[in-house]
């Protein structure tokens, strides 16, 4: 019996509040978490962290291009990230004779580094709790669209006042599906210039064979520098301009990690769905991603094997390939894990326990069921909706032609000559990348997948007109793909010149194609999926603040919305299967084992086998080898991508990239046994910069700690 009592106590005291490192912290609340953080070995302040009376480590942190995260590392803006994050910029000043995705490339001075058109990167100047005000004149009598009224109009003024006289920009978002809004005031930087880069065979390394995996050993790194006016301010790009000098960059540990080691990563996680419903749950794992990822595995297989048969096709399909293929393995793992972890079971027993306990309470008392029947109406309409997305969209001509009827609406101001040739810029930049071959293949395989899994009545009657007219899918693709001025540049071209107008474009077929799934997609699905989703958000306002209630003694945070986040745990193994464990490092003897030169993810560079045979590694070897990637229980999620990752005194020890194959569903549910995110260890970063790269310079003007 006392053994009993003891095993309950126990189990409650690990239970605690939150599961353990689970958790996206707004920096600015982060003095609440420093008493645990410090129980895992943090050694700094919450002010070390963030704040806005002196220079925080947050100032040595960048939003990167939108979608990734970058951390500064010398006082002359030189900031670090993932190679994957840099792909696109790697890939636009690439060409088959030079060919720095295979290659790499370093500038050898500040004057060799390459500017990047439409890349920018922006630091969080400060956040602010604006709540009070954006619902000061609230009442619970307004309509939902009243209370939106108010919540725009509210944000505009405050967005107003912390941009006055500045050059910041502002936003203010909704956390906890607007139960609270925050202010963010940004400061944007649009010269950053690309510095250096490994071959692809070592900062792609393992491909997407190995993405999302453990035991991992992708050198997933590169460098850009930000640069700004004379006075140290923002500006577009211009020769004159200088190394930006930053209010703090980071210092640089080789001390590396152990299991065990407080670790903290810093960033901009994109978006988390951890409140949801149970059939929000059901749908995403067991219909949606099962079907995109059909879709996907059509398109991919196509892209493989056309890519084999070209360098040039391959160059140009580099980063659509990655990026379809990284949605689509990550589906499968996400599917998979939300199965093994039981979640959707264990969310209909929670909403059982909310719901006796919502009994009495009025607000919350139908909420779950409500959601779960909204749900249920959505369903067709949210299918209809992926399909549109990843089986029709999806088709590059398709899209590119929706793309230009739009731009050709948009420039209808201007003069024929400006339209003109904003028009042949985007025709530049489409067909620099486009192999019809690969659009044609793929545009038989999935659309011939939407006209037998889209419900017929939900698919657009002049589409399947022509398809009975031409018989098949494929019959077709033959018609669009010969016939359209699209499909020929030079036919498009010719036309431009001759001056366009909006209805000009109206019997070419990829428009009018375009045109047939758009239309149906904006008049018969959208308009009933958004009125759907707008009843389920303001129900999940009512039920995040009920689970707030229900759950009232445990920690909650927000879901990841691109705004800056804390993650902290510790560097740690797994065990991903019966009789398995995983260790927490890797190594370059992992890249050797791997080594093949007749397996395109996994032939490394020459000069890198050189170097480990003459086991010269410098002051980057460890037991006779060089540490590569480590893996640690940070909540971590897709916009991490690039995040600095620190030590216990806020040192930088490696760059966050992904996260492992069984752990991938933490954006809907976190495991603490098998969750983990992947890193790339900095001591790696500075072997490949000093040896394979011979760019010593570089490390040079970074801070090494001790
Ligand atoms: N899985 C990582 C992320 O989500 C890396 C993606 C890039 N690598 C690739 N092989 N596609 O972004
Ligand atoms: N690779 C991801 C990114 O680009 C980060 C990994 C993740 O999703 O956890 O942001």
């Not at 897709?638 to 490696?654: E, K, Q, R, Y």
Request: net charge negative; glycine share 6%; charged share 25%.
């Amino acid at each position: 019996m006392k053994r009993l009592i003891l095993s309950i106590f126990i189990l409650l005291l690990t239970l605690g509040p939150v599961n353990a490192d689970e958790g996206m912290w707004l920096p600015l609340i982060i003095k609440e978490r420093i008493p645990d953080m410090q129980k895992k070995g943090f050694r700094l302040t919450a002010e070390d962290l963030y704040s806005v009376n002196q220079a925080s480590l947050k100032d040595a942190i960048v939003h990167f291009g939108g979608g990734c995260t970058g951390e500064l590392i010398s006082d002359k803006g030189l900031i670090l990230t993932n190679h994957h994050c840099g792909f696109g910029q790697i890939q636009s000043h690439s060409s088959v004779e030079n060919d720095y995705l295979r290659d790499g490339f370093w500038a050898k001075t500040m004057e060799d580094e390459l500017p990047n058109r439409g890349l920018s990167v922006r630091f969080l100047i400060r956040m602010e709790d604006v709540t009070k005000e954006v619902l000061s004149s609230y009442n619970s009598n307004m309509s939902e669209e009243e209370r939106a009224k108010l919540v725009s109009e509210k944000s505009a003024a405050i967005i107003k006042r912390a941009t006055e006289n500045n050059h910041y920009q502002a936003r203010v978002e909704a956390l906890y599906y607007g139960n609270q809004y925050f202010l963010f005031v940004y400061e944007a930087f649009n010269d950053v210039r690309l510095v250096g880069a490994p071959p692809s065979s070592i900062g792609k390394f393992g491909g997407d064979t190995d993405n999302w995996m453990w035991p991992r050993h992708t050198g997933d790194f590169a460098l850009f520098r930000i640069y700004s006016d004379k006075d140290n301010k923002p500006a577009a790009y211009s020769k004159d301009n200088r190394p930006y000098v930053p209010k703090r960059f980071f210092t640089i540990s080789t001390n590396g990690v152990s299991e065990g080691d407080f670790t903290l990563v810093y960033g901009f996680p994109g978006r988390t769905q951890q409140y949801i419903h149970s059939d929000a749950v059901r749908y995403i794992t067991e219909k949606s991603n099962p079907h995109k990822i059909d879709l996907r595995t059509k398109r991919l297989d196509i892209q493989r094997e056309e890519m084999n048969k070209s360098q040039d096709v391959r160059i140009r399909y580099a980063s659509k390939n990655a990026s379809v293929s990284n949605a689509w393995k990550k589906w499968q793992g996400e599917s998979r894990g939300i199965e093994k972890l039981n979640t959707i079971n264990e969310k209909i027993e929670f909403e059982k326990g909310f719901n006796k306990w919502a009994d009495g309470r009025e607000e919350y008392k139908r909420v779950t069921e409500r959601l779960g029947e909204l749900y249920r109406n959505l369903e067709p309409y949210a299918f209809a909706t992926d399909y549109y997305n990843e089986a029709i969209i999806a088709n590059e001509i398709i899209r590119f032609a929706g793309t230009i009827s739009a731009a050709i609406k948009r420039n209808s101001k201007m003069t024929p000559q400006v339209s003109a040739a904003n028009i042949k810029n985007m025709l530049e930049a489409f067909y620099k990348d486009y192999y019809l071959p690969i659009d044609k293949r793929s545009f038989i395989a999935i659309v011939e997948q939407y006209s037998k899994s889209v419900p017929s009545h939900m698919q657009p009657a002049p589409f399947k007109e022509m398809l009975s007219q031409y018989g098949s899918v494929s019959s077709l693709a033959d018609y669009i793909f010969s016939e359209s001025l699209l499909a020929s540049p030079e036919k498009i071209y010719a036309y431009i010149e001759s001056g366009v107008d909006e209805s000009s474009f109206n019997n070419d077929p990829a428009f009018a194609l375009y045109d047939i799934f758009y239309s149906n997609h904006e008049s018969n699905v959208k308009p009933v999926t958004d009125e759907i989703n707008r009843e389920i958000n303001l129900l999940y306002r009512t039920y995040m603040r009920g689970q707030m209630e229900y759950r009232s003694n445990h920690s909650f945070y927000p879901d990841a919305n691109s705004t800056l986040r804390i993650t902290y745990g510790n560097v740690s193994g797994y065990k991903p299967s019966d009789a398995v464990y995983y260790k927490h490092l890797s190594t370059l003897e992992g890249i050797m084992e791997k080594d093949n030169p007749d397996i395109y993810d996994y032939n490394i560079p020459q000069i890198l086998r050189d170097v480990y045979k003459s086991k010269d590694f410098g002051k980057w070897e460890v037991n006779g080898t060089v540490p590569v990637c480590f893996i640690a229980t940070n909540h971590t999620s897709g916009g991490n991508s690039g995040s600095p990752v620190i030590n216990a005194d806020g040192h930088l020890i490696g760059i966050n990239f992904d996260r492992v194959w069984e752990g991938t569903m933490s954006d809907i549910a976190f495991d603490p046994d098998v969750c983990r995110n992947i890193s790339l260890d900095i001591r790696y970063v500075l072997f490949v910069i000093d040896k394979v790269a011979g760019a010593s310079h570089l490390i040079e003007e970074m801070k090494l700690a001790n």
